[in-house]
């Protein structure tokens, strides 16, 4: 089998948009890297449910914002439209379950936007609201930073993570793609939540937290939208005294893994998921890179890939789906400022 795979880039020095790589599941290597898009900063990218179109964070025409675009035959994309304003561009793209709206949060504004997707894929702004306060760490939380935007697995609400107010938002989206507050979970002053991901069951969630390298294992009351901690645990190892920031956090299909990349320690630390949810620690690797700022496992769950930023290059493993853990497979595959891992579902 021949896995598609989009990956985001920044485009500051060599990379020219969105590229596309190929996983050959067969002989084990990415191979035949390609541009499929050409966009400024590209830095995040979302494939709609049907995967007739992407949408990806950018700056066009010297904005920022989101841009949606079509997937042609020959597998490129074509640019369908923008939705920009003044500043630095978002950092996250969600889209919901059935692919009605985008959810881009913007870490230099602190806001949140909701984007409908029309029929042909264009995008049009329908909300946004901006988080207030700060935290602790003066260098980067000064104030809000909204990291993080998508819907909880039931399609209720939409979670937000804030880096710079050490809060994660739960707001109700209603029809028109409208939000209303409904709960915040108030996180360790400093931990500087960044992203987070569901366990299959609905019922728990794992926060990733940048500033202090943690999972924290939260429940989630699906009627009220209420997240409650369980555990907290570290992603770094105890004797490591170096400086590192956490980044992307995943998830196994069937619960039973979780894995989150440590910026700075430059690698991918491996938990078993407990039959509480709670994690225990099974594997730190290098990504034989720096700064894996994401990576995701492919929709067969056997492989792991990794963006190394700093040094430009992807990094394969393979995964044991009885024990959790990753075995490198090929290293130092180049893909020019890479940033964002997105796996095409299409058969």
Known sequence: MKEKILIGTYTKKDSKGIYEITLDTATKKLEDLRVVAEIENPTYLALSKD????????????????????????????????????????????????????????????????LEIHEDGHLSLTDIVKHEGKGPNEARQDGPHTHYGDLTPDGKYVVVCDLGTDEVY???????????????????PGQGPRHLVFHPNGQLA?????????????????ETGEFKEVQTVPTLPADFT??????????????????????????????????DGTLSLVQHISVEGKH????????????????????DNLTLFERDAETGQLTLLQKDVYAPEAVCVTFSTEK
């Not at 500033?211 to 009351?221: G, P």
């Not at 894996?292 to 040094?311: G, I, W």
């Open 242 to 275: 170096g400086t590192s920031i956490g980044a992307a956090i995943r998830i196994s299909k069937d619960g039973q893994f979780v894995y989150a990349s440590n910026r700075g320690h430059e690698s991918l630390a491996v938990f078993a998921v407990a039959a």
């Open 292 to 311: 894996p700022r994401d990576f995701d496992l492919d929709p067969t769950n056997q492989f792991v890939v990794v963006a190394n930023q700093e040094t």
């Open 206 to 222: 794992y926060l990733f937290t940048e500033l202090s390298s943690e999972v924290v294992v939260l429940s989630y009351n699906a």
């Open 51 to 114: 995967n007739r179109f992407l949408f990806s964070v950018s700056r066009v025409n010297e904005e920022g914002g989101t841009s949606a675009f079509a997937k042609q035959a020959d597998g490129t994309f074509k640019f369908i439209n923008a939705v920009t304003s003044p500043g630095a561009p978002p950092c996250y793209i969600g889209v919901d379950q059935n692919d009605h709206f985008v959810f881009s949060p913007n870490y230099h504004k602190g806001t949140m936007d909701v």
């Open 170 to 188: 739960t707001y109700a989206v209603d029809a028109a793609g409208h939000l209303t507050k409904a709960a915040v979970y108030q996180a360790t």
